[in-house]
């Protein structure tokens, strides 16, 4: 059975909660350094779930979910970051997934942009292979990407 995408549903809130409190993806947030708790999670993905100009994307094989890609609206930009499952890294669902999506939103000419560590390679390499170009900021050796 081929990935699929879906919008985020209530019950997928402690399969992402486990997935924002693991080491790598901890590591590799630009928005946080430790871990979260089940009410500060519930409270957040609640919200996005209900969102306007937000939305949750969860990336399943054989109706497993392996991951998720997350699109925030800011004014005519899409700000996209996303994460996948410790056991399905390095198999190529990143790349699948971000492209999906991106594809799905390219007719609303809106502009992508993307903030990612600079020594998260696997991330760089993703958004570079699907025609982001960098940008470099000097806070905390953050890379722009946009597209």
């Known amino acids: 059975m081929p990935l699929t995408i879906r919008k985020a549903?209530?019950?997928?809130?402690l399969k992402t909660f486990e997935w924002a409190n693991e080491k790598d993806v901890i590591i590799n947030s630009i928005e946080r350094s430790k871990k979260v708790t089940i009410k500060e999670h519930s409270i957040w993905f609640k919200k996005y779930i209900t969102s306007a100009s937000s939305t949750i994307f969860i990336g399943c094989l054989n109706n497993e979910q392996i991951g998720l890609v997350r699109i925030d609206l800011k004014k005519k930009e899409l700000f996209i970051s996303?994460?996948?499952d410790k056991k399905k890294r390095n198999k190529g669902f990143g790349y699948i997934m971000l492209n999906?999506?991106?594809t799905k939103y390219e007719n609303?000419?809106?502009v992508f942009k993307a903030?990612?560590?600079q020594d998260n390679l696997a991330?760089?390499?993703i958004f570079i292979r699907l025609g982001f170009?960098?940008?470099y900021t000097n806070q905390n050796k953050n890379i722009?990407?946009?597209r």
Do not use: P
């Not at 549903?9 to 809130?13: E, M, P, Y």
């Open 144 to 146: 722009f990407l946009y």
């Open 9 to 13: 549903k209530i019950n997928d809130l």
């Open 82 to 84: 996303y994460l996948i």
């Open 108 to 110: 609303k000419k809106k």
């Open 133 to 135: 170009k960098k940008k």
């Open 115 to 117: 903030r990612v560590k």
């Open 100 to 102: 999906k999506i991106i």
């Open 123 to 125: 991330s760089n390499s």
